[in-house]
């Protein structure tokens, strides 16, 4: 009985011992190598990619291939529906002078949300962004961008296959012809990923999914790296 006491004193003058030991803190994620930062090679040109989470897909495939022939930089983020393209692009652009913008908005635009903002199932709730602000908002950044003096390049939006999480198959195509009458009035080049895309989709992407495997990311790379390239050269 005494030795019992004794162990709830020591308890009590001692709260740290009574209680339950910690578990083990998490490790953090590794850093997404699409967010690397690049420093650049003077005299090389300067290219800036803008996209969702496909252009994080090809962006380190994009850079590995551009290497000693261009300084290739992204935001660090997930540049996502044009909405938010309206709001972060002054931040995106930056102070720095670019010879080439590769940019793309869609994916994220058709994807259903419900009244309280949160994700939900695309038979249900409604798209991020209507028709008609997908069109306000691309003008809007078309016409930003062409301030900077880049040449400006617009990626269309690869296809959304059947069974993909919130989306509906064929809705890209609806917006990609509102992107291409919008880059038409603008003078802006169109890289069509949709098209590149779409006869090699068994082997370049997920099963009910808009991401692409490895292989297809490497492939878009080098579509988009053909589309930098004779922008640069027509410049």
Same mark, same amino acid.
């Given at each position: 009985?005494?030795?019992? *006491?004794?162990? +709830?004193?020591?308890?009590?003058?001692?709260?740290?011992?009574? $209680?339950?030991?910690?578990?083990?803190?998490? /490790?953090?994620?590794?850093?997404?190598?699409?967010?690397?930062?690049?420093?650049?090679?003077?005299?090389?040109?300067?290219?800036? =990619? +803008?996209?969702?989470? +496909?252009?994080?897909?090809?962006?380190?495939?994009?850079?590995?291939?551009?290497?000693? !022939?261009?300084?290739?930089?992204?935001?660090?983020?997930?540049?996502?529906?044009?909405?938010?393209?309206?709001?972060? =692009?002054?931040?995106? *652009?930056?102070?720095? /002078?670019?010879?080439? =913008?590769?940019?793309?908005?869609?994916?994220?635009?058709?994807?259903?949300?419900?009244?309280?903002?949160?994700?939900?199932?695309?038979? /249900?709730?409604?798209? $991020?962004?209507?028709?008609?602000?997908?069109? /306000?908002?691309?003008?809007?950044?078309?016409?930003?961008? !062409? !301030?900077?003096?880049? !040449?400006?390049?617009?990626?269309?939006?690869?296809?959304?296959?059947?069974?993909?999480?919130?989306?509906?198959?064929?809705?890209?195509?609806?917006?990609?012809? +509102?992107?291409?009458?919008?880059?038409?009035?603008?003078?802006?080049?169109?890289?069509?990923?949709?098209?590149?895309?779409?006869?090699?989709?068994?082997?370049? $992407?997920?099963?009910?999914?808009?991401?692409?495997?490895?292989?297809?990311?490497?492939?878009?790379?080098? $579509?988009?790296?053909?589309?930098?390239?004779?922008?640069?050269?027509?410049?």
């Amino acid at each position: 009985m005494r030795s019992f *006491l004794l162990l +709830i004193a020591v308890l009590v003058s001692h709260p740290a011992l009574a $209680q339950e030991p910690k578990a083990p803190a998490k /490790k953090k994620a590794a850093p997404n190598p699409a967010y690397e930062a690049t420093n650049d090679v003077a005299g090389l040109p300067r290219v800036l =990619i +803008i996209g969702d989470s +496909i252009s994080i897909g090809y962006q380190v495939p994009l850079r590995e291939a551009w290497g000693g !022939k261009a300084n290739v930089h992204r935001p660090a983020t997930n540049c996502g529906p044009t909405t938010r393209g309206v709001d972060q =692009i002054e931040q995106w *652009l930056g102070d720095g /002078k670019w010879d080439v =913008i590769h940019f793309n908005f869609g994916l994220h635009d058709v994807r259903h949300f419900d009244d309280a903002a949160q994700p939900t199932d695309a038979d /249900k709730g409604h798209r $991020q962004v209507s028709n008609d602000d997908y069109e /306000k908002n691309l003008d809007k950044l078309a016409s930003r961008m !062409k !301030k900077t003096g880049a !040449k400006l390049i617009f990626a269309m939006t690869t296809p959304v296959p059947d069974g993909s999480p919130g989306r509906i198959k064929g809705d890209e195509i609806t917006y990609n012809e +509102i992107a291409r009458r919008v880059m038409q009035r603008h003078g802006v080049v169109i890289d069509d990923l949709y098209s590149f895309a779409l006869p090699r989709l068994a082997e370049i $992407q997920l099963p009910q999914n808009v991401h692409f495997k490895p292989e297809g990311s490497k492939a878009l790379a080098d $579509q988009v790296a053909k589309s930098i390239l004779k922008a640069l050269e027509n410049k």
